[in-house]
């Protein structure tokens, strides 16, 4: 019990602004300006989330996350496990300088390409759009990449070798024999990629001019500039912003747990 001392102090570390939140978004003003402050709500009420719906355009910022964030997580399943058994179970001359090519750029902060990566899509006429936040991902993620390589490093290369004594292309064998098998560690990274997109600020607010096309983050941030700080619609609103990254983690624990601590031992 002791042991778990510190682990659970620092859980109560990182939950405990969720809770003060979650509560926040349920109090009356009264009750979040009261001195001394509480942590409960003495009057429960729904109309901060009542009120954040009607300032808050929240059904178009959600669908327009929705799209950015399915279309990055399509992107990651598809390219990553693709570069990541190019890596590791194709032999070719560039699999070693693949593998030192994305280990350096995970090295490298994204503030460094910040810049020039603006001007190149900015170059493209893709500022404004959709496509700096999508097209990435569709391009592999290094960390993402890495995650699956480690993971299949465990995979027998005596099932591909007899897949492809069989007569299966390159192609077949890893769809059909590499991909089930790798299942928990790309679960993992569609979880990963779901909660990075879900909750990225930064780049929408780079890239999105319009805000018609604003995601949740930005949104969110909008109203918190309009309406002067209204604490209890804003923690409402956050509450609605926050639940479906927590649902997605819920739904995929048991591969992201897997995927990680496989990804771990190699």
């Known amino acids: 019990m002791l042991r778990s001392l510190p682990v659970i ?3 109560a570390v990182f939950v405990f602004p ?9 109090k009356t003003p009264e009750d ?12 429960w009420t729904l109309e901060n989330f009542a009120r954040a719906f009607e300032d808050i355009p929240v059904w178009l910022y959600l669908g327009n996350t929705l799209l950015v964030t399915v279309l990055s997580v399509i992107g990651t399943i598809i390219s990553c496990p693709l570069v990541a058994y190019a890596s590791v179970k ?4 560039g699999a070693r300088p693949l ?8 090295m490298l902060p994204p503030q460094v390409t910040l810049i020039p990566v603006f001007l190149i899509w900015n170059g493209l006429g893709a500022v404004g759009t959709y496509l700096p936040l999508v097209v990435p991902a569709f391009l592999g993620t290094p960390f993402l990449i890495f995650m699956i390589r480690q993971f299949l490093v465990s995979v027998p290369n005596e099932l591909i070798e007899a897949a492809r004594i069989d007569g ?8 059909q024999i ?3 098998i790798a299942r928990p560690a790309i679960v993992t990274a569609a979880v990963f990629q779901f909660v990075w997109t879900w909750t990225d600020f930064l780049n929408p607010l780079i890239y999105l001019t319009d805000p018609d096309r604003y995601t949740l983050s930005i949104g969110l941030y909008a109203f918190f500039g309009q309406n002067d700080v209204a604490w209890g619609p804003l923690m409402a609103a956050c509450v609605l912003f926050t639940i479906p990254a927590v649902i997605v983690f819920l739904v995929g624990q048991r591969f992201f747990i897997g ?7 190699k």
């Open 9 to 11: 102090g620092l859980a």
């Open 18 to 26: 969720f809770v003060v939140m979650l509560f926040t978004a349920f």
């Open 32 to 43: 979040i300006f009261s001195a001394p402050p509480t942590l409960l709500p003495e009057s």
């Open 90 to 93: 194709i032999r070719w001359a």
């Open 99 to 106: 593998l030192i090519i994305v280990l350096l750029t995970m």
């Open 168 to 175: 299966a292309s390159e192609f077949r064998t890893y769809a």
């Open 178 to 180: 590499v991909l089930p």
């Open 259 to 265: 995927g990680v601590s496989a990804g771990a031992l």
